[in-house]
């Protein structure tokens, strides 16, 4: 795995590198703005004495230059401009120009092209420099140091501080993760919220891991609930199968083999009704390429005789009522397989009475006059209604249908499914 910096190694990482960007945009703009001040300051320093080194120039035509002040020179024409300055430089009317070269004090020099009026020198070139703002700007660099070193300084404790704040708020993710590290890949308990500053981020991080783990649990209890139902459902078949091929060795009769002929065939073909049904779940309905069709009585009566073994000996009445036709999208042998769950479970749980199926627009009943809900002959390993009724809801939620099981005020249960 990929080398990856620690939170506490990437708040040195980046608080450095803003730091440092603070100090040197803070050293860059206050040394343009001396730049700045000392050039406006020369410029206009000149542009008052414009009069008076104009009158200076009228005395000096013969040499050319004169002497304006102590730290400033003037010049008739740039041709007699000392070497000191670049004969290509640009220099714009009435605005001072440093010069890159120092004099022999190593002051810095500004150039300055001032009009006149007189049309034999229309220009007078003044050559300016000031140490005493140089002194000055030395002192005001050596007083911005001191400033600099508290800020550094300042910058230090700061960098502690938001070490610490980061130390105190990754700390329960550090927590949370060796937690995770910690736990077996069979313990899908949830983990609770770790010590330590809790915030939106780290509750939402736990709360997520934490709905993560029941799904996976549920998913795990699912496939278990849904592995005991696959035995259930198959072990009739397989008994009356397996039933079936011990008797065809006992006897050699026409007649009687082809009865067992039947009801091998029978099985097999439960069996195979039940396996096509569970491979429908795992697929798209693009996948089973299905259309609408009608559900009709006929349907629902291949159900109902398939089990009705299970009334053979009880005082029972089944009766289908059709109000409407519905509309349906869904493979037959899932239908069956729904309609034979809740079939047999009406049916091993009514003792004498009726077994009503209503089917209308919207909807399919199997109502009864049997125990009802939450009584001990209900089986309770499918979450208290069967295990033929797990795979009822799986189906019903792969085609958006909703399926509900309640008591009936007269006695019995309702498994109702809407469509």
Not at 12 to 36: K, P, Q, R
Not at 241 to 258: D, H, M, R, V
């Amino acid at each position: 795995m990929a080398k990856v910096r620690s939170a506490k190694q990437l708040t040195f990482i980046y608080f450095s590198i803003v730091a440092f960007a603070i100090i040197m945009i803070h050293a860059t703009v206050l040394d343009s703005t001396l730049e700045s001040i000392e050039q406006l300051s020369i410029q206009n320093r000149l542009l008052l004495q414009k009069e008076s080194i104009v009158e200076k120039s009228k005395l000096a035509s013969q040499t050319r230059s004169f002497k304006i002040d102590e730290f400033t020179m003037g010049y008739m024409d740039r041709v007699t401009l000392p070497d000191l300055v670049d004969e290509n430089i640009y220099l714009p009317i009435d605005e001072a120009v440093e010069i890159e070269q120092r004099n022999s004090l190593g002051t810095e020099l500004f150039l300055m092209k001032l009009a006149t009026s007189n049309k034999q020198t229309p220009f007078i070139y003044v050559v300016h420099s000031d140490p005493a703002f140089e002194l000055g700007e030395e002192q005001i660099m050596w007083t911005q140091s001191w400033q600099s070193l508290t800020s550094l300084l300042l910058l230090l404790v700061a960098l502690l501080v938001v070490m610490r704040i980061s130390v105190r708020l990754t700390a329960p993710i550090s927590i949370f993760a060796k937690e995770i590290a910690r736990r077996s890949p069979d313990d899908t308990s949830d983990i609770e919220l770790p010590a330590g500053i809790a915030t939106k981020e780290l509750l939402q991080l736990v709360d997520s891991y934490n709905k993560n783990q029941q799904q996976k649990n549920a998913l795990i209890e699912r496939e278990r609930a849904f592995n005991r139902m696959a035995s259930h459902e198959l072990r009739t078949p397989l008994m009356v199968i397996q039933g079936a091929t011990n008797l065809l060795s006992y006897s050699t009769e026409p007649e009687f083999i082809k009865k067992q002929q039947v009801r091998l065939q029978s099985a097999a073909n439960e069996m195979n009704d039940f396996i096509d049904a569970l491979l429908s779940l795992t697929k798209s309905e693009q996948d089973l390429a299905l259309s609408q069709r009608l559900l009709d009585k006929d349907e629902i009566m291949v159900s109902v005789n398939a089990h009705s073994a299970l009334l053979s000996t009880k005082p029972v009445v089944v009766n289908v009522v059709i109000k409407q036709t519905p509309l349906i999208i869904i493979p037959e042998v899932a239908l069956k397989l729904l309609l034979g769950n809740l079939l047999k479970n009406a049916f091993a749980c009514t003792e004498s009475g009726e077994v009503k199926v209503v089917v209308d627009s919207n909807s399919i009943a199997v109502i009864d006059t049997g125990v009802g809900l939450y009584k001990k002959q209900r089986n309770d390993e499918g979450h208290g209604h069967g295990l033929g009724l797990l795979i009822t809801r799986d189906i019903c939620r792969k085609y958006n249908w909703q399926f509900e099981l309640k008591n009936n005020q007269a006695g019995g249960c309702s498994a109702i499914i809407y469509l």
